[in-house]
């Protein structure tokens, strides 16, 4: 894909939710993505909720990296500094390339937000065979924030300069 082309390519998405709490009724982060990219047009391959586990998050990401289907993987929760957060623990290691400016920028636009508690995010992107994963907080606000103010862009292949469109296999 180069630069050039304008028509917007709708990605396959997986959404995971990281909790030892939340279910289906109460995931209010995991149903905000789902909705949030169906909205902007692209479709929602699958969505799990996993317990707080380096291992459980880590075989379901690693499925869904291998899988030709997927695409991009959104994950909410475990990025805090709890004993229970591991899901950048459980993710770092299956990136091919980390995207430090997600995180970069993600801490960045919620400082203006939160002011300093933002140093206690480990929101963490990256790739990995051609599929985006992008780990962020389990709030809603945090994942609005995510997604609204840097994903709905990067992953729409008509935002220039740049976006992620271009590195992410075809589905």
């Known amino acids: 894909m180069s630069h050039a082309d304008n028509a917007f390519l709708p990605l396959n998405i997986a959404v995971l939710t990281v909790s030892d709490t939340r279910n289906e009724d109460t995931d209010s982060s995991g149903r905000y993505l789902a909705e949030a990219l169906a909205e902007a047009g692209h479709r929602l391959v699958e969505k799990v909720i996993v317990k707080d586990d380096k291992y459980a998050i880590r075989a379901l990401v690693s499925r869904w990296i291998a899988s030709q289907e997927v ?87 008509r935002h220039k300069p740049c976006n992620f469109v271009m590195h992410l296999g075809s589905a």
């Not at 623990?89 to 508690?117: M, N, W």
């Not at 990995?128 to 609204?148: E, K, L, Q, Y």
């Open 71 to 157: 695409q991009v993987v959104l994950i909410t929760g475990g990025t805090g500094f709890t004993s229970r957060d591991t899901t950048p623990d459980a993710v770092l290691p299956l990136l091919d390339t980390q995207i430090d400016g997600f995180g970069e920028l993600f801490r960045h636009i919620t400082y203006q937000e939160l002011g300093t508690s933002t140093v206690q995010s480990r929101a963490v992107g990256g790739l990995a065979n051609r599929t985006a994963v992008f780990c962020m907080p389990g709030s809603t606000g945090a994942c609005r924030t995510g997604w609204s103010k840097i994903l709905v862009e990067q992953l729409d292949a």
